[in-house]
């Protein structure tokens, strides 16, 4: 079974920035669409960004649009999720998730098959 590991979470001030990285060990990641998702307390699962295995589709939220990046280095077996500009509300256990396909179908958690164990951002003065 595909195994995912995210990393780079931590605590940054408002405005500040992270990046977040997603990588496997074990399988390529060449063949997936992968997306990044994100969970805060009491409130449901939303999808972030998408990006196609090729890296050459990629779709956001509303909410992040302009201020994430989303982007993958298939030769690091690595994707990476570049926050800048960072709110309060973006406060949340970030995951990523490997779909069944090359192409992003949608950002609806249902259309991926693994999962990470996410990792913990934290926006606060």
């Known amino acids: 079974q595909l195994q995912l590991v995210e990393s780079g979470g931590g605590l940054v001030q408002p405005g500040g920035s992270l990046r977040l990285s997603c990588a496997s060990s074990?399988?390529?990641?060449?063949?997936?669409?992968i997306g990044w998702f994100r969970q805060a307390p009491g409130k449901e699962r939303e999808g972030v960004s998408c990006?196609?295995?090729?890296?050459?589709?990629?779709n956001y939220a509303d909410s992040v649009k302009d201020r994430f990046t989303i982007s993958r280095d298939n030769a690091k077996n690595t994707v990476y999720l570049q926050m800048n500009s960072l709110k309060p509300e973006d406060t949340a256990v970030y995951y990523c998730?490997?779909?069944?396909?090359?192409?992003?179908?949608?950002?609806?958690?249902?259309?991926?098959?693994?999962w990470g164990q996410g990792t913990q951002v934290t926006v606060s003065s």
């Open positions: 990006i196609s295995s090729s890296g050459g589709s990629t």
């Open positions: 998730a490997a779909a069944p396909s090359r192409l992003c179908v949608s950002r609806e958690k249902y259309d991926y098959r693994y």
């Open positions: 074990r399988f390529t990641l060449d063949y997936y669409a």
